[in-house]
Structures are given as structure tokens and as C-alpha cells.
């Protein structure tokens, strides 16, 4: 015993000596471990305490860990998120508590379900970045949760790019060349999207779109506002609206205007 004590006493001072001791009780290992959890590596035979002493100091020593437990897993992922990248085959809980954590949980899952990707979008929008080919759903969940992540989408499909701008018309200069059709998709979006690709665009184009979007029947009381008060386009707004707008779309660019 007195042999045992002087060696738990030289493990505190040097736990990474555990390496050289064949056998090591528990108490030693403790010892070790509770000095320095990286210490955990040169352990073979690990009790569950021991990888929890370890976690609890510092949650990447499940590096070290052949086939952790559960709670361990968790106990890791939920003290630092980039745990995960250490477990191989973690479960359901362990994933889905990583991407509560951290939504660039993402990164360490393999073959992430669309939920999955929704779920780390939702946490953190742009955990996009970390998802390859992310599907359209989460796309647009992402870009919902801040408009300017679609930079990091190598390909959006259109409806996140309309979903984009319209949020914030500036998203337009994170989209990349457009045919005729998405642009005018993209115009329906936000027609502000024009202060920034006002010179490349046909106006025969913009035309199109703007006849298109007056002659609804219900007006888009915010897509008329913002046409109104669109100063790159120099027009006679109200002119064109008389010409083309349905009965409400003219009434109500009436009522706007007056009340300006």
C-alpha cells in the first residue's frame, strides 16, 4: 500500500508515466487522469468513472475511448460541440445533442438526413457552409434565418435565391449570372434588387415583370411601395400604373401617393 501511494503521489506530478506501469489500479489511474485527462491515452482498460473524469476535464480526450458509452458521448458533445468529430458511430442522441450545441455539428455527420440538416441551419444558418449539396429545404430554412448565408451555397436553387432577395435586395450580389427567366423571378422577388444590376438589365425586361406584377387583381402593397420609391428607375411610376395596374393596384398607389 505504502508503494502504491508513492506511486499515485509521482502520477500526480507526472501522470503521463501511467504509460510505463503494467497493471495500474484503478486509484492510479485516477490519479493520473484527474492530473492531466490526456493521460487517459496510455490507459487500456478504462472504467466508465474514469472516462467521465477525463470527459469532464476536457471532452476531446473521448478521443482516446474505444466505444464510449452513450452518457459519455454526451457528456462530451455537450461540454464542446467538436467532440463529435472524435466518436465514430454516434447515435441519434448524441448527434442530434452536438447540433443543439452547434449547428457546425454538421460537419462530423456522415450522410446527414434533410432533419438533420434543418436542424443545424436552424441553430446556427450558417452551419450551410459545412453542407455539401444541401437540399432546398434547408437552402431556404438557412437563408430564412439570415439572408446573406446564401453566399455560402456553392448552387442555390432559385426559390433560395427569391427567398433571398426577398429579404434584402443586396443579396444580388451574392447570386451569380442569371438567365432571362430567373431574373424576372428574382424582379418579382424584389424589384429593389434593381439598384444594384440596373444597367445589365433589358428594359424590356423589367417592363414585362412590372405590367405582370400591376395587373393583379390584389395588390403587393409593399412590392407598389417599393416601385413607387425606386429612384434608379426613372419612369412616370404612376403613369405606368394607370396604363397597366388592375382597379386596387391603382387605387391603392392613389391612396399611397397622397398620403406621402
Known sequence: MEEEGLIIKQLRDNPFSIKNIDSPTEEMKIAAVSSNPSAIQYIKEQ???LRKIAVKKNPMTIEYMENPEEDICLLAVTASW???????NPSKAVIEKALSMKGWAIQYIKDA???LEI???????????YIKNPTEKTQIE????????IKFIEKPCLNAKIEAVRQNEEAIRYIDAVDDYELKALLKGNIKILKYIYDDVDENLIEEVL????C????DKVYIKNFLNLEVLVMNKLAFISEYGSKKVKQFSMDYTLSL
Do not use: G, T
Request: proline share 2%; with cysteine; aromatic share 4%.
Open 119 to 129: 436542424k443545424a441551419v436552424q441553430k446556427d444558418c450558417d452551419a450551410v457552409k
Open 216 to 219: 393583379c387583381e390584389e395588390p
Open 82 to 88: 467538436n467532440a463529435l468529430k472524435h466518436i465514430k
Open 142 to 149: 438557412a437563408i430564412r434565418n439570415y439572408w446573406s448565408v
Open 211 to 214: 405590367i405582370e406584377k400591376m
Open 113 to 115: 438526413s434533410e432533419d
Open 47 to 49: 472504467s466508465k468513472n
